[in-house]
């Protein structure tokens, strides 16, 4: 059974940074493309950062400079730092594990950023 749990959401105020956490199992991990989602209040659900199996990354535009996601394979874990935050930030942010053509989500954790 594959599972994916959030944790590190929280509430911080604007300019202030905190890191996600995505813990994974059920699948062979260092295979998977980890990439983390996002969806705000009355807003469509967006890709806010990848990272392939080999280490690649990318980003949504509004969140390069700021953003940075990373994995640990022997731990099974892929993280989401996010500095600078902004009010835009506010959502809740889902993990996503694209493993052999099947697509894994977590439940969500709730970022809330003050101004």
């Known amino acids: 059974q594959v599972q994916l749990v959030e944790s590190g959401g929280g509430l911080v105020q604007a300019g202030g940074s905190l890191r996600l956490s995505c813990a994974a199992s059920g699948i062979m991990f260092s295979f998977a493309a980890m990439r983390w989602y996002r969806q705000g209040p009355g807003n469509q659900r967006e890709l806010v950062a990848l990272i392939t199996s080999g280490g690649s990354t990318d980003y949504a535009d509004s969140v390069k400079g700021r953003f940075a996601i990373s994995r640990d394979n022997a731990k099974n874990m892929v993280y989401l730092q996010m500095n600078s935050l902004k009010p835009e930030d506010t959502a809740v942010y889902s993990c996503?594990?694209?493993?052999?053509?099947?697509?894994?989500w977590g439940q969500g954790t709730q970022v809330t950023v003050s101004s």
């Open positions: 996503n594990a694209e493993y052999f053509r099947s697509n894994y």
